[in-house]
């Protein structure tokens, strides 16, 4: 506040006589706040400085602490519900191998635009089911290659073939693995959702916001901080 009186009043200096007026009133606001500064500068203990360097050295410790566990924790919980959902959605790829195998005709039998809107339209469908990127991926290729400037439409259908190569391999491990796996792991996934992996949830459990709310509800002496 005192740099922008002082500021302002070396302004007012070069300005004519009878602008000069406000210089006084500025004068005597920049006498108070002084005052102030002065009186809070005082209030500082002379421990400050010591204290201050510590605090700011514990945070930056638990900073770092924070962080390598945030790592440690996403890296634990986060394969394990992708996995829970990938094999969750099993029934759901399975469903679209008609819809890849389709392609190949209309490829072979319809324009160009055509054939590449259909390959759009089940690309995205492919898209939105967990673990199947690689799938769509293929069939985005595909899709390319009938779009392009040479179209290629041999390359396109091989690489439908591999997209229904690939379709076949994850809907054989996720069949597999709904049988032998998923429900231990959908018990595992339970046991650790509202621990280790309660930062990668979409909403808090009600308990657990009733003690962040009344943690964050007190007040905090962050004077060390600065």
């Known amino acids: 506040k ?10 007012l200096a070069r300005a004519p006589e009878d602008e000069r007026a406000a210089l006084r009133e500025l004068q005597e ?15 500082i203990p002379e421990s400050w400085a010591e204290s201050s360097a510590t605090m700011q050295a514990l945070q930056k410790n ?3 602490a924070r962080r390598a566990y945030r790592r440690n924790v996403d890296d634990a919980y986060g394969p394990v519900g992708e996995i829970v959902a990938e094999i969750a959605a099993t029934e759901r ?21 055509q054939a590449a809107d259909r390959i759009n339209e ?15 991926s293929l069939l985005s290729k595909a899709r390319r290659e009938i779009r392009s400037r040479t ?9 439908i073939d591999e997209a229904l190569a690939a379709h076949d391999v994850e809907v054989a491990w996720r069949t597999q693995a709904r049988a032998e796996l998923l429900p231990g792991l959908q018990a595992y996934e339970r046991a650790i959702r509202d621990t280790i ?11 657990q916001v009733e003690e962040i709310v009344g943690c964050l509800s007190q007040h905090r002496d962050i004077s060390l901080y600065f």
Do not use: H
């Open 93 to 113: 790829l399975a469903a679209v191998r008609d819809d890849i195998e389709d392609l190949k005709e209309i490829v072979e039998e319809a324009d160009a635009e």
């Open 197 to 207: 992996g309660l930062r990668q949830q979409q909403r808090l459990p009600a308990e």
């Open 29 to 43: 606001e920049t006498r108070l706040l002084t005052a102030q500064r002065e009186n809070l500068a005082a209030q």
């Open 122 to 136: 089940v690309a995205r469908a492919v898209g939105d089911i967990e673990g199947a990127r690689d799938i769509r």
């Open 2 to 11: 005192l740099e922008e009186i002082e500021l302002r009043m070396s302004r």
């Open 62 to 64: 638990e900073e770092r």
């Open 151 to 159: 179209p290629d439409p041999q390359q396109a259908l091989q690489l």
